[in-house]
């Protein structure tokens, strides 16, 4: 199966600062993202005459459209706009404020120091031949990295940025990249053509040795990274290499490596990507300080922290748990005194204590009862009161099953909770919606002296047929004489909502009311559903 091993990124137009035009054009040629995008070749074409008559295409308008669609492609690519489920292109936040106006050169440049490596467009259906799946990487402040360097004399040429840079697959891979090009550096040019063939042969490309081609195809992207990082002020043009060389500003300098640490690659992209659009496109104003910016913590201290989260890697919000609860869990395997101060430490949000492996594990859990259990302990954080595999209360269970999870909110209102482990899509059968209304709804009738009003079906990944949520409360109603109310959601999107109440410090009590408000018998397979469907403002 062919994948992209090689940095890749669309370039219509190499110069950023055309990126603000390119998204007023779009604007008005969907009529302010009105228009459906998805398929529409007159909103494609009108893109597309509309960017040649600005002069920022050549002078010819395609039968379908594909100029338009290659620019949309980069706006999406720099995270300026996103195609939600329906089709329509919606801008984000950063976009907003370019159209109005709003710190343009400091919005776009945000975008391309934060553009990685894999994003929303490239994990999209939309673009073809994927990343192989090893790449974490922010290219642009890595280039940047490698071309400021003092171990390579501040500067790196073109052939190494294709070689050596453009290969590099995470952000922590800076020092095997810094020792590869002082050895291509020293090679003679035998040894040179064998560390080329070899590098384009391990990469998927068939190696010509004593041929430029290999080189060839891959220089027009070089070239437009070199003009990405030069914009944002960081490297300069190096006439004498052929590539970059770094900046000698210490001030300057110290002002990027903050904004590689308030912005770190996004993790997002791995369980929701719509939501990491939104994230990611946020502007340069929009910013809440994140636990620890604000200054490097001292080596002990990090070591500390990192042993805290590894204790509490089971828990979804360890913030929200209460400092006793803290204290056992890290008395496992600090001294007692220690374990209070990390938790008062973590109550008082000095450090995030929440950490990927939650989410990561969460989501790709090979033990569907363990995936019950994380479901739980989610839903548990929402305020809820959960209680595992309960025995029916009727005789009507004629599937002989207990319910995954039954959730109770005030002790007076029931939730029965399906979690489904599906490593794909999760179909809401017939039988399975059968099995809802006949028999777990049924059969918790009069549990602890309620009956169920609602039930959930989390979901690993996403599902499909929204149809039999309204045909399970026909069939509650029916049979049982209840009104109930359902869902589908996703296990990230709940994730997600759990996250951004505890980011939000919002109540414990008020948490349920929020859950409740999305029983409206339809899927959430983004946390931007969940939050357009709370009227929560991302």
Not at 20 to 32: C, E, S, V, Y
Not at 486 to 514: D, F, H, K, T, V
């Amino acid at each position: 199966m062919n994948e992209r091993n090689f940095w890749f990124v669309g370039r219509p137009l190499r110069d950023p600062q055309y990126h603000a035009d390119g998204l007023r054009i779009l604007q008005k040629a969907t009529d302010d993202f009105t228009q459906k995008w998805r398929g529409n070749r007159d909103v494609q074409r009108k893109y597309e005459s509309l960017l040649s008559k600005a002069g920022m295409k050549k002078d010819h308008i395609s039968v379908t459209g594909s100029g338009g669609r290659t620019w949309a492609a980069m706006l999406k690519t720099f995270v300026y706009v996103y195609e939600d489920k329906e089709g329509y292109l919606k801008p984000t936040k950063v976009a907003r404020a370019i159209l109005k106006g709003q710190k343009v050169p400091e919005n776009v440049r945000k975008q391309v120091l934060t553009f990685q490596i894999p994003n929303s467009y490239f994990v999209s259906s939309s673009f073809r031949t994927k990343f192989n799946k090893k790449f974490r990487i922010q290219p642009v402040m890595f280039l940047i990295r490698l071309a400021n360097d003092p171990r390579l004399d501040k500067y790196i040429t073109k052939d190494e940025i294709i070689l050596f840079a453009m290969t590099a697959t995470k952000n922590d891979e800076l020092d095997e990249k810094v020792s590869q090009i002082l050895a291509y550096r020293k090679a003679d040019d035998d040894e040179k053509r064998a560390i080329e063939a070899r590098i384009f042969s391990a990469n998927g490309d068939i190696s010509r040795v004593d041929s430029r081609k290999d080189f060839s195809k891959y220089a027009d992207v070089a070239t437009t990274f070199t003009i990405l990082c030069r914009f944002t002020g960081y490297t300069l043009a190096d006439h004498e290499h052929h590539g970059l060389k770094g900046i000698n500003d210490p001030k300057l300098w110290k002002e990027f490596e903050f904004f590689c640490v308030r912005y770190p690659f996004n993790r997002r992209i791995d369980t929701d990507p719509m939501f990491y659009a939104l994230n990611a496109g946020l502007d340069v104003d929009t910013y809440k300080a994140q636990y620890g910016v604000s200054g490097k913590v001292a080596s002990r201290t990090r070591k500390r922290n990192i042993k805290a989260q590894q204790l509490l890697k089971d828990y979804p919000q360890p913030e929200d748990l209460t400092v006793q609860e803290l204290t056992s869990i890290l008395g496992k395997e600090f001294i007692s005194s220690e374990a209070q101060k990390i938790a008062e430490d973590i109550k008082a949000r000095k450090f995030k204590a929440a950490s990927d492996s939650f989410i990561d594990a969460y989501l790709h859990e090979d033990d569907n009862l363990e995936f019950e259990r994380k479901t739980a302990r989610v839903l548990r954080g929402m305020g809820l009161i959960t209680e595992m595999h309960p025995n029916p209360t009727t005789a009507f269970n004629n599937a002989n099953e207990n319910i995954d999870v039954m959730a109770e909110v005030a002790g007076d209102t029931l939730i029965l909770v399906d979690a489904k482990n599906y490593s794909k899509n999760f179909n809401l059968s017939a039988a399975l919606r059968n099995v809802m209304a006949n028999s777990y709804i049924a059969g918790y009738m009069g549990y602890d002296g309620f009956n169920p009003k609602y039930y959930c079906y989390v979901t690993a990944n996403t599902s499909s047929n929204e149809k039999n949520l309204l045909k399970i409360n026909e069939l509650a109603q029916k049979n049982s004489h209840i009104e109930v109310h359902g869902m589908m959601i996703s296990a990230s999107a709940l994730y997600w909502l759990l996250n951004y109440c505890s980011e939000n410090e919002i109540p414990e009590e008020e948490r349920p009311g929020m859950f409740l408000k999305l029983f409206q018998d339809r899927s959430y397979e983004s946390f931007v559903q969940v939050a357009e469907a709370l009227g929560i403002s991302l």
